[in-house]
Structure formats: structure tokens, C-alpha cells
């Protein structure tokens, strides 16, 4: 069993840029790939950034192009997905996850455990 923690989202300007953290506890952190996923309202949950259980590979979505990066810490059990240059249409919700092995996903049902989810407003 995995929980997950998001924290860090909140209201920003187009241009401005957030770190999102997600801290996870329940099983050994590197034993598990880690992935972050949005929703905005009336569209599906989209991938946004995934990481290997090691750190050593990240694969992102098409959104966002370069502006976003994921990265871990395995000293704090936790997963970051840093934002740049923020746009009205990366406001959504947010949500962290945890897979059961520890290579490259990008699917939602790749992932075992979800945040609870942390919303992002980017303001024009």
C-alpha cells in the first residue's frame, strides 16, 4: 500500500510557474515508478510527466513541451513536478501517482495509487 500526499498548487499567473510535491509513504520508494496526471473540468485525466522508481528516466506528455520537469527525492519520499511558463490551459487538477513496478508509465492504468489531487489556476 501507497498514500499520496500533493501539495503546492494554487493560483498563478500566465507566465509564473509552481512546484507541485507529492510525499509518499508505505513501501520502498524506489521500488515504484511515479507519474503526474491533470483533469480539467469535462475533459479526460491526461498525462502530464512520469518517472522511473531510479530517477534515471522521465517521459513527458505532449502538453507540456518542455515548460514542466519531474523530478524525485528518495531521501524525502517524494516527487516533484516543477512548472515554468505557466498557460490558462494548464489550469486543471493535478494528481500524483504511484505505480506497482518501477519503469516508465504513462497511462492511467499503469498506476495502483492516486493523490487526492491539488488544483492549479493559471490567471490570463
Known amino acids: 500500500q501507497v498514500q499520496l500526499v500533493e501539495s503546492g498548487g494554487g493560483l498563478v499567473q500566465a507566465g509564473g510557474s509552481l512546484r507541485l510535491s507529492c510525499a509518499a509513504s508505505?513501501?520502498?520508494?524506489?521500488?515504484?515508478?511515479m507519474g503526474w496526471f491533470r483533469q480539467a473540468p469535462g475533459k479526460e485525466r491526461e498525462f502530464v510527466a512520469a518517472i522511473t522508481g531510479s530517477g534515471s528516466d522521465a517521459r513527458y506528455g505532449d502538453s507540456p513541451t518542455g515548460r514542466f520537469t519531474i523530478s524525485r527525492d528518495t531521501a524525502k519520499n517524494t516527487v516533484y513536478l516543477r512548472m515554468n511558463s505557466l498557460k490558462p490551459e494548464d489550469t486543471a487538477v493535478y494528481y500524483c501517482a504511484a505505480a506497482d513496478h518501477a519503469y516508465i508509465a504513462t497511462i492511467t492504468t499503469d498506476y495502483r495509487y492516486w493523490g487526492q489531487g491539488t488544483q492549479v489556476t493559471v490567471s490570463s
Open positions: 508505505g513501501r520502498t520508494f524506489s521500488s515504484y515508478a
